[in-house]
Each structure stands twice: as C-alpha cells, then as structure tokens.
C-alpha cells in the first residue's frame, strides 16, 4: 500500500471520531503483544469488502447490492450501482479504490451478472460524485465467457497491480473441468487494463482457442488477493474437504484444479490424480482441514513484529491465520468473540490490521 502522511493523518482522524462515540473494545493476547479489538461500526447484512478514500471515509460493500459510506456524519448508501444478479453467492463483491482516486475518483465493483439460463463475474467501473453519494458513468468493462449454472464459486477479488493492471479472480462456478480449459474464464485469475482492454503481454493473447484476458489457470474458487511487499501478486483458495490453498501467481501458470489437489471430494472421493502432476503448480501453503479462506492482506502498518506478514481470514473456523516466513506457513490464530466469520482482511492507512465479521454483521480494527 502506499500511503502519505496526509493520507494517514485523515483517516486517523476521522476514526478517532468514529471510535470516540460508544462502541465496544476488548483485549487480544497475540505474538506481538496485548492489542485491542475495536469496532468500529455494525449492522451490515453480507458484508463482504472494504475499501479506504483518502478523505478518511470507508466504502463497504453487502452481497445483497447495497454499497455503504461511512464517514464523519454517519452511513450513507452510495447509489448508481451497476445492474447486479443476486444468487447464492454471488451478489456484489470486492470494491477496489485504486491509487490515483483522489485525481480520477474511479471506483471498481466486481459482482455477478445474469447470462441468459446462468450467471457470471463481471467488473464494472464508476466515478464517485463529489458528496460520495452516488456512481455516475458506470460502466461493464468485462464479465466471464461463457458463464455457467448454479449459485457458487464466483470468486472473487480484485488487486491493482505495480503498473495499474487489474487483476481479477474468478471461481470455476462449481463446473470443474472448467477450470482447465483455457476457452472459459471458469477457474481463472485475468489481468486487465484499466478501461477493460486486454493487455498486450498477456501470456494468452494471441493463443487459438483461448480467452486472451488469463493470467493464471487451474483456481478451484480464490476469495482473497494481495500483492506483496515487491509487488508479487499471491491468492488464497478454497479447495473441497480439505486442501484450501494459497498460492503464489505467476504469469501461464496452471494450478491443477481439478486434476491435483490436497483434500478429498466432499463425497469422500478421491480428486483427479493426486496432489501433483509435472506442469502443474504446487501451492505454497495448504490447509487440511479447509479453513475457508476469504480476505488477505500483507500487512505495512504499525505493529512492526507483523510487517510483511501475510493475514487471512477463516469463514470456517472464525479466526484470522497470520502467515510469515519462506515459504509461507500459518504461525499463529488471531481468534476472539469478534473473529466470527472472517470475510475481509485489510491492512488501513491508518496501520491498523481490519476485517470484517459476518457472523457480527460489524466491521473491527486491530491496534496496539
């Protein structure tokens, strides 16, 4: 993240505003010392995203299509948004702000969007009014091909990457075999400019047959992204009875799924193969049993002992796993009352580490 002290200074401010009015804190025991857990606004249904302004106000995004304003002098919602289909779990996602907002204040949404019988992952961008109250030139910029049946496996989150390329992950929409086949997005992560165009070295364009837009192939269902500390680009993924993985994206690379994988069939059946097969990547990290992961940040805030350490939260098991080292292994379990169901993680401009609880319906912070 890159951050400026004006930057830091305003959303420092507007949260000691925030936090002053009455809200609850606890204590949390962790490797870096006694923290705080502080909430720091409640009563959402679905939340699933955060996203930071530079004026020290907070986008929050609900599955159901509703995008919330919190600011200085409350919530607001936000209105304009981009035609979305609600269905099992797709819905509105992730919301990116990216670096140049405070010139541009260009919002990007993923969310799923009917086709025909089926339905898809699509990404669409927006300018945010002056007030913050409302989306104006919304704009589809792409959505998957062909799409599929059913309500599971969207994905999906969206990372800016080192020169403003969007990347984008998608889920194989619970169609398998998808995921190896280079003609659908199912089961993909892609790489787009900015207006939506493919970008010319994508390692795809140009190859017979395939969707020119795929960076990286072979995902079972990514819900969390992040980009490190060198700008490298890692996901987390959901595997069936066991196997969630994390993994380290590199460009034409193929993930396996369906054909290896850690973890059985929730049937208790054998996946594909086995656990690898040559041409094929190994992930970095895996858990078994499945945590269900969703959200990820590498953390830059305040805690120094955290620096560059990779945060992940659990929707299964209701904590946050704090991953460090090389290669990556989970180190510790940030867990308490207000860890339940983790689906967002963030490291703010203000340091401190941020998610979202479900089960709460509330939005926490994490500081020293």
Known sequence: MIRSHKYSALFSLLIAVMVSQPTSASALETSAGTMRIEKVASGFSGAWSLGFLPDGSLLVTEKEGTLRKLGKSGQSVVTGLPEIHVEGQGGLLDVLVPRDFAQTRELFLTHSVRQGRGAGTALSRGVLSPDGSRLTDVR???????????GQHFGSRLVEGPRSHLFMTMGERGDRPSAQDLSRHNGSVIRLNRD?????????????????????????????AALDGSGQLWINEHGARG????????????????????GRHYSGFKIGEGREKQGMEQPVHYWDPSIAPSGMTFYDGSVSAWRGDAFVGSLKFDYIARLSGSPLR???????PETGRVRDVRTGPDGALWFISENNGAIYRIVK
């Open 196 to 224: 939506g165009s493919v970008p010319s070295d994508n390692p795809f364009v140009g190859v017979n047959g395939a969707q020119p837009e795929i960076w990286s192939y072979g995902h079972r269902n990514p819900q969390g």
């Open 330 to 336: 989970e180190v510790e379990q940030i867990k308490a």
């Open 140 to 150: 589809k910029i792409f959505e998957m091909a062909p799409g599929s049946s059913g």
């Open 243 to 262: 196997g969630d993985e994390v993994n380290r994206v590199r460009k034409g690379a193929n993930y396996g799924w369906p054909v290896i994988a850690y």
